[in-house]
């Protein structure tokens, strides 16, 4: 919540079309916990991975079922180790990146190198607690900045509505041609693409996760059903983490592109840059 002071000052800033008081404080804690806790997840969710480096369709998966359409691993061909990743059916020469990596002086058999996990080693019991607990601190980070969000109305600046659909074409031409107005309110590429994370791509990751639980099936049995399975649903979680690193790319880019101060200054203490034509 704004202080009394801090609305003042923001209409002050806005009348001289200088600083607003773009993100409140509650959304910035949020941001930068999302931050760290889906780093950890990433890298001790590649651990956990690393144990079974494969991909299947469906509820169960073995030797008699061909349902498979990711795999990791490593072969040897004419007396040497090579990786192997192998996409729906496709095989290619990965090593040093996958398979086969690098490790000290050596490469080693194993899924990804020690950099890409948590820890760095292989420990699948380390690598579950840090998982799970940064799981935990995401869901609980995502009620608050739900609840705050819908108390301090912030939530309606993330919904897109009919006239930004309409202006759609038009933000997109802005993007391709590097155009990035600083009016200080979220466009509509913007708001898709964040209301995509948040309402989309997270409650999907949280509820694949917990298919993959015999515990919490065995109660919500119909999450099964939900997803096609449990190795379906492994899949799903996969495919969405790196939909949200891809986001996380772009993200970054646009944040350097449309310039790294005036953006990580609204994201750290809240206040935001607008053009000179942006002024009301």
Known sequence: MTTETEHVEAEAGRKAGSLIYRQKLTTRLT???????????????????????????????????????????????????????????????????????PQGDQMARKAFPGWMTVPGNRDLATGRVVHFFFAWVLVATLLVWLVASLANRHLRDLIPTLSDLKR???????????????????????????????????????????????????????????????????????????ALVLFFIVHLAMVLLAGPLNELRSIITGWYRTDTESRT
Do not use: C
Not at 58 to 68: A, E, I
């Open 31 to 101: 941001h930068w916990l999302w931050v760290i806790s889906l780093f950890f997840m990433l890298l001790s969710g590649l651990q956990i991975f690393m144990a079974r480096p494969d991909l299947y369709i469906g509820q169960q998966s073995g030797f008699g079922f061909d349902n498979t359409v990711l795999s990791i691993g490593s072969v040897r061909i004419e007396g040497e180790w090579q990786g192997r990743t192998t996409l729906f059916g496709e095989s290619f020469d990965t090593t040093g990146w996958l398979g086969l990596v």
């Open 168 to 242: 759609l074409p038009g933000d997109v031409a802005d993007h391709l041609r590097l155009r990035f107005p600083h009016h200080g309110r979220y466009n509509v590429l913007q708001k898709l693409s964040y209301a995509g994370v948040l309402f989309v791509a997270l409650p999907v990751m949280i509820l694949t996760g917990l298919t993959m639980s015999p515990g919490v099936v065995a109660e919500a049995p119909f999450l099964l059903d939900l997803f096609g399975g449990r190795q379906t649903a492994r899949t799903i979680h996969f495919v969405v983490m790196l």
